[in-house]
């Protein structure tokens, strides 16, 4: 409607695309690591999924990867049918997302009844070393902070898209990766490498000078270097799992509907809680 607000955007799409574009394959170890995990999962699913979609901004490498799924990209509207697919995977790309409740919705309409949605994206923990070095680095030698690093959702709340988005029997879970880099000006070239460099719609538009990155890259090696001398960087990737609701789907039992008390079931004696007078 004319007059309303539009959905603030906290990453410039553009400069993700023009990220990605600029990602070459050999340092796609984060899709390597997602892709094995998520077919690992896929395969534990005592189902056969025959009509499968991934939304993605790197269609090349998970294509190879499903050379049966239907590709997507990742735009604010998905090109995805109603009800058209029994299994929808969001890879890597939801952490660049501006509304990404309104992408998983997206990804629920599209689902059958009973379809199942896998995301892999990066969390809240990812680059806290190089967030933490960058942001001593720029208040020692420029006395201010400036958005550099993408802000990422942590844990408890991304399963609670899920819920909001309407998918039933939602599970959010973590694996941590950690690279290793001869110092912090590799580390921060190979995630131009990976498509995954500042993207942020408020980032600095002029180049870091050049003494706050050598600041951050002194920082990072006292607090954050092995006894090899190369200094770690932690990725932390989150897979988010929903069903689209259906009738047969097992369901949570009501509060207070259990018929086995808990001290029974662990043979012990349970101990009433004293409650205090008014």
């Given at each position: 409607?004319?007059?309303?607000?539009?959905?603030?955007q906290?990453?410039?799409?553009?400069?993700v695309?023009?990220?990605?574009?600029?990602?070459?394959?050999?340092a796609?170890?984060?899709?390597?690591?997602?892709?094995?995990?998520?077919?690992?999962?896929?395969?534990?699913?005592?189902?056969?999924?025959?009509?499968?979609?991934?939304?993605?901004?790197?269609?090349?490498?998970?294509?190879?990867?499903?050379?049966?799924?239907?590709?997507?990209?990742?735009?604010?509207?998905l090109s995805l049918?109603?009800?058209?697919?029994?299994?929808?995977?969001?890879?890597?790309?939801?952490?660049?997302?501006?509304?990404?409740?309104g992408?998983?919705?997206?990804?629920?309409?599209?689902?059958?009844?009973?379809?199942?949605?896998m995301?892999?994206?990066?969390?809240?923990?990812?680059?806290?070393?190089?967030?933490?070095?960058?942001?001593?680095?720029?208040?020692?030698?420029a006395?201010?902070?400036?958005?550099?690093?993408?802000?990422?959702g942590?844990?408890?709340?991304?399963?609670?898209l899920l819920?909001?988005a309407g998918?039933?029997?939602?599970v959010?879970?973590?694996f941590?990766?950690?690279?290793?880099?001869?110092?912090?000006?590799?580390?921060?070239?190979?995630?131009?490498?990976?498509?995954?460099?500042?993207?942020m719609?408020?980032?600095?538009?002029?180049?870091?000078?050049?003494?706050?990155?050598?600041?951050?890259?002194?920082?990072y090696?006292q607090?954050?270097?092995?006894t090899?001398?190369?200094?770690?960087a932690?990725?932390?990737?989150?897979?988010?799992?929903g069903?689209?609701?259906?009738?047969?789907?097992?369901?949570?039992?009501?509060?207070g509907?259990?018929t086995?008390?808990?001290?029974?079931?662990?043979?012990t004696?349970?101990?009433?809680?004293?409650?205090?007078?008014?």
């Amino acid at each position: 409607m004319e007059g309303m607000d539009k959905m603030p955007q906290l990453f410039d799409r553009a400069a993700v695309l023009r990220n990605r574009f600029r990602a070459v394959p050999e340092a796609m170890f984060l899709l390597e690591a997602a892709a094995d995990e998520v077919q690992e999962r896929l395969e534990d699913i005592n189902r056969t999924f025959t009509s499968p979609a991934i939304v993605t901004g790197f269609p090349d490498f998970w294509q190879a990867r499903f050379p049966g799924a239907l590709i997507v990209s990742d735009d604010d509207v998905l090109s995805l049918e109603p009800g058209a697919h029994d299994l929808i995977l969001h890879m890597m790309s939801l952490h660049w997302a501006n509304d990404p409740v309104g992408q998983l919705v997206q990804c629920r309409h599209a689902l059958q009844p009973d379809g199942l949605l896998m995301a892999a994206m990066l969390g809240g923990q990812t680059l806290h070393e190089l967030r933490a070095a960058l942001a001593e680095a720029e208040a020692i030698v420029a006395g201010g902070l400036s958005p550099r690093i993408a802000p990422m959702g942590e844990i408890r709340d991304l399963g609670a898209l899920l819920q909001r988005a309407g998918f039933a029997l939602p599970v959010a879970d973590v694996f941590p990766l950690t690279a290793s880099y001869d110092n912090a000006f590799h580390l921060m070239h190979d995630l131009r490498k990976m498509g995954e460099a500042n993207a942020m719609t408020d980032r600095p538009r002029h180049a870091t000078r050049r003494n706050v990155l050598t600041e951050a890259a002194s920082l990072y090696a006292q607090n954050f270097a092995g006894t090899d001398g190369r200094v770690t960087a932690t990725f932390e990737v989150i897979t988010l799992t929903g069903w689209a609701p259906a009738a047969d789907q097992p369901q949570p039992l009501r509060p207070g509907s259990a018929t086995t008390r808990l001290a029974d079931a662990l043979d012990t004696q349970e101990t009433p809680i004293k409650r205090s007078s008014d």
